[in-house]
């Protein structure tokens, strides 16, 4: 809409009228001198609408993965730096399943939680589909016709490793680490939502507060000894039950307890790498752990080829 | 003497709480009768760690205390190579080999995060089974005034724990509030409640909230049971031939599950699918927590009258809305982190946890005493000034010029000057 929009044209109307109606002598139904020096004080101004973001997709024809993204990424393909968007978006790069990833914070999802796929739209007549959460990404990256995984009982153990030990580790790691949180975590997500210090404290706050209530649940105090040494033995019993194959499922491409664990080996391993003002690690007891695990580390250099191939 | 501290007995079972009945089944095990006593304390304040199960170790001046199942399995295989699960020392699993060891911390883990919120939807989020069984049993183990608050906050900690689960249906009071307030919205306010339809849905149709979310709870139970089963088999251990750390962790949670007489006993009749699980589990709870079991449960001793204010004081703090001594106990929680890290040399691990905790409380006890003692001295004041005992000279500052209100012609035309 420009600046002379309908509702600007309205006013002029109106002041027209005002103009002379002063000169006509005031009857019952002109607008007492108070109120009129109100409106005349009020220029109405009609302000353009605003733009569509510049990242909102506009091809349908794609499916699009809405991700945490950070906009100035290195790598060719924008990987995510949040665990849960990454583990979904290198299963989908892992299943070769073609998408365009966009970045989007939690507000835009359906369910308040990254990441969301939406699946591409085949005609123009077709009305938009149901966002898919990421708890339903593995059901229709099946149907899109990919090799079903067979599920393995066992590894559903040992993906609870991952859940629990490795990620708790990573809470305390990325938000309750003060240094890690000042060098890390206020840089991917504080600084990028706001740049008012108000919103900002805010934001950092109810951070770590929520970090803080994730690793409470389970325990009714946060040991950070006890925390590193649950998450050596998850990495190390992960070595032990990976030893020497390529993938843990026994095939040639990743599955998705792989892309699981990837998720946070990559994070990890790609937030020590000292180039330019990228955020990086100022705490790395973490890293160490996981760099005694070598195999670990080979793991995730082997999907990061496959997935990004390189 | 080794103390185990834990909740008290409920559902035939040593202990409401399904991390205390591993500890218990652990201990049961591993340690000679005589050489160990458990007491049904049911106060999560007896160690500095606020937190159950508590192992305490030593003498009455000079004591330790260890919590938590896994740190009280790591302590006994440390600290006390004589005890034994069967003729192994505890937590090693020798003939294993390092796939064994990967098992044993996989399956744990897989137990802890997958078991306990299926305990936590059966037993406390679903809204028949609190109301009807787990709050009358917990008022029955705790004492005045816990019995008030405690088994709320449970409920509360509990259904956290379960949401990722997506289960929160099972909770009828919620849900029904949820309803409600659909019905009021909208075009169907303006219908009298009386003329309104039923709005019936094939859900609703199928009766109780357990009918309703029957496929997802088939889902959930069966992403627990399928891998435990297929690791049992027909075996009588979940891993190598002697019983371990793993069947103790595992005969607590499923002896638990397989209580029945619940109103809602989806999980009992989930176990019940797996017969080398449920065939188990029966075996295993009878020698464990039986008759033939023999605990060497003691007595709690009678709680003496400061015990009492402060578990009073503790109630009301943490209760009431304007928490403000009580936040300094639940959003502050102690950070074990790197300041406290500094090893002394002769202490050990669980010692120097142990100082630092205390430490924790002992500053918590202080803001409490500080804010308390405002609070009363600002109390005392105020009454004494409201009697007249007392009385308050505020500074008095002349204005120099006085302001004068002027309402104009209608002021002089009323009076008003």
């Known amino acids: 809409m420009t600046a002379t929009g309908p509702l600007s044209v309205h006013h002029e109307q109106i002041s027209s009228t005002r103009v002379t109606q002063s000169k006509q002598p005031p009857s019952w139904f002109s607008l007492p001198a108070p109120i009129r020096a109100i409106f005349d004080t009020f220029p109405l101004i009609t302000y353009d609408e605003n733009e569509l973001p510049q990242r909102v997709s506009r091809s349908r024809s794609q499916n699009t993965l809405h991700m945490f993204a950070l906009a100035d990424a290195s790598d060719d393909v924008n990987l995510s730096p949040n665990p849960a968007c990454l583990k979904w978006q290198a299963y989908l790069l892992a299943k070769r399943i073609p998408f365009q990833t966009v970045s989007a914070n939690n507000h835009a999802s359906p369910s308040g939680a990254l990441p969301f796929v939406l699946p591409a739209v085949r005609s123009r007549k077709e009305p938009q589909p149901q966002a898919i959460s990421s708890s339903k990404i593995q059901r229709w990256a099946e149907n899109q016709g990919t090799t079903e995984e067979k599920t393995d009982l066992r590894l559903e153990a040992y993906m609870s490793l991952i859940d629990q030990s490795i990620r708790n580790a990573w809470l305390y790691y990325l938000y309750l680490q003060p240094r890690n949180f000042e060098s890390v975590a206020r840089r991917l997500y504080v600084e990028t939502a706001s740049s008012n210090p108000l919103v900002q404290a805010t934001l950092a706050h109810q951070l770590q507060a929520a970090a803080r209530e994730q690793l409470l649940r389970t325990r009714s105090f946060i040991d950070q000894e006890d925390i590193y040494q649950s998450a050596d033995a998850a990495f190390s019993s992960l070595a032990t039950v990976f030893a020497g194959q390529k993938f843990f499922n026994g095939s040639d491409a990743p599955g998705l307890f792989d892309v699981s664990l990837f998720a946070y080996t990559h994070l990890l391993l790609n937030l020590a790498k000292r180039e330019r003002d990228a955020p990086v690690w100022t705490n790395e007891a973490l890293l160490e752990i996981l760099l005694r695990h070598q195999s670990l580390v080979q793991h995730r250099q082997r999907v990061l080829d496959y997935c990004v191939g390189t | ?417």
Request: charged letters at 20%; glycine letters at 6%.
């Open chain 2, 1 to 417: 003497m080794i103390e185990l501290h834990i909740y008290g007995p409920a559902f035939g079972l040593p202990s409401i709480d399904p991390r205390c009945l591993a500890a218990t089944a652990l201990l049961q095990t591993s340690i000679p009768s005589d050489q160990w006593v458990l007491v049904p304390s049911n106060d999560v304040f007896v160690s500095p760690f606020d937190e159950l199960p508590a192992l305490k170790v030593g003498n009455a001046s000079s004591h330790t205390w260890i919590v938590g199942f896994r740190d009280i399995v790591s302590y006994i295989s440390s600290e006390h190579a004589e005890y034994r699960l069967g003729s192994i020392p505890v937590s090693t699993y020798p003939d294993l080999g390092d796939q064994g060891k990967a098992d044993l911390e996989a399956y744990l883990s897989f137990l802890e995060s997958r078991g306990l919120p299926l305990l936590d939807l059966s037993l406390y989020v679903s809204s028949d089974n609190y109301t009807t069984v787990t709050r009358s049993a917990l008022s029955d183990i705790l004492p005045w005034p816990q019995s008030w608050t405690i088994p709320q906050r449970l409920r509360e900690s509990a259904r956290k724990r379960s949401e990722h689960l997506g289960l929160s249906g099972l909770d009828v009071d919620a849900t029904r509030e949820k309803e409600l307030k659909k019905e009021n919205e909208g075009l169907s306010a303006a219908i009298p409640k009386s003329l309104r339809l039923p709005k019936k849905s094939v859900t609703s149709l199928l009766g109780s909230p357990a009918e309703q979310a029957r496929f997802r709870l088939e889902a959930v139970t069966a992403d627990f049971f399928e891998p435990l089963e297929a690791l049992l088999q027909g075996k009588k251990h979940f891993l190598g031939d002697e019983t371990g750390v793993l069947d103790c962790f595992a005969v607590a949670l499923l002896s638990q599950m397989s209580t029945s007489d619940l109103p809602q006993p989806w999980l009992s009749e989930a176990l019940e699918k797996y017969p080398n699980l449920r065939r188990w589990t029966c075996e295993n709870k009878e020698q464990t927590f039986g008759a033939a079991a023999n605990l060497p449960w003691r007595r709690v001793p009678e709680r003496s009258w400061t015990q009492l204010v402060r578990d009073v004081v503790n109630s009301i703090a943490e209760s009431s809305p304007v928490t403000i001594a009580g936040t300094s106990i639940r959003a502050s929680p102690a950070m074990f982190g790197d300041a406290a890290q500094t090893a002394t040399p002769g202490v050990s691990k669980y010692e120097r946890k142990q100082i630092f905790h205390k430490n924790k409380r002992h500053q918590q006890n202080v803001v409490r005493e500080v804010i308390a003692a405002c609070v009363s001295s600002a109390g005392l004041v105020g009454v004494l000034v409201y009697m007249g005992v007392l009385t308050l000279r505020w500074p008095t500052f002349r204005r120099t010029q006085p302001i004068r209100q002027t309402f104009g012609e209608a002021g002089s035309f009323l009076g008003l000057r």
